[in-house]
């Protein structure tokens, strides 16, 4: 089925991104945009040098003319790995999802308002993927790569980290940076941990989680089932 808009997929950070805008705008007004959108991806890759784990050394990168964007994600990761016990540690992650958001948000202004952006294992929808529509975002059991969970958004992001084969954690909410980050944390917490900071974190919103364990178990905290996934054993929250 042809649907209105555009798409655009290009190897930045390490990964492969695409930006997939189904808002019915001519090509002359969307290419300029997503041009926009990709030049910021690779400026963010050269400042941040996410594909090469860069992103470790940011202390000593926050100088000079981009002292705004690097003081708010080295904030932020701070904030996030106090929140976390120190289990988040790798703002790499971090600033792949930030800088999605960012893009969302700029085509969003743009007038593109219904889009899917996508890199790696994280994603940020907004709007429609047609008329009246919710995006459909799959949840894959890291055991055989099967969609288990099907999430419907509007307007979601949606961060999972995968352990090998054995587990994996599906993190969503309002903002991708942040989804990305808890998500690697959880991952790095042993699974008992990881559940109660998940029961924490689903009962003080805006984010919730989806666990599905190295048996395909999955558990999941109830704001889940605002987007249509029943998550199996629900966690307490």
Known sequence: ??????????QVMGLPVSVDVRTALPARELSPVLDDAFAWLRWVDRTFDVADGGAADLTERASGDHTSELTEVLERCAEMR?????????????VRGWAVERISRALSVA???????????AVRVRGSARPGAHWRIGIRDPRDEQVCKVLFAH????ATAHEGA???????????????????????????PARRFAERLGAAGPYDV????????????????????AA???MAG
């Open 1 to 10: 089925m042809a649907f209105p808009g555009t798409a655009r997929v290009e």
């Open 82 to 94: 106090d929140a976390t016990g120190g289990y988040f540690d790798d703002p790499a992650v971090y």
């Open 111 to 121: 007038g593109a308002v219904d889009h899917c952006v996508n890199v790696g294992t």
């Open 155 to 158: 307007d979601l992001a949606v």
């Open 166 to 192: 054995r587990r994996s954690v599906t993190v969503v909410g309002p903002d991708l940076g942040a989804a990305c980050g808890y998500a690697a944390a959880l991952r790095a917490m042993p699974p008992m």
């Open 210 to 229: 989806l666990l599905v364990e190295r048996d395909g178990r999955t558990t999941g905290t109830p704001g889940l089932m605002e987007y249509g996934a």
């Open 232 to 234: 199996g054993t629900a």
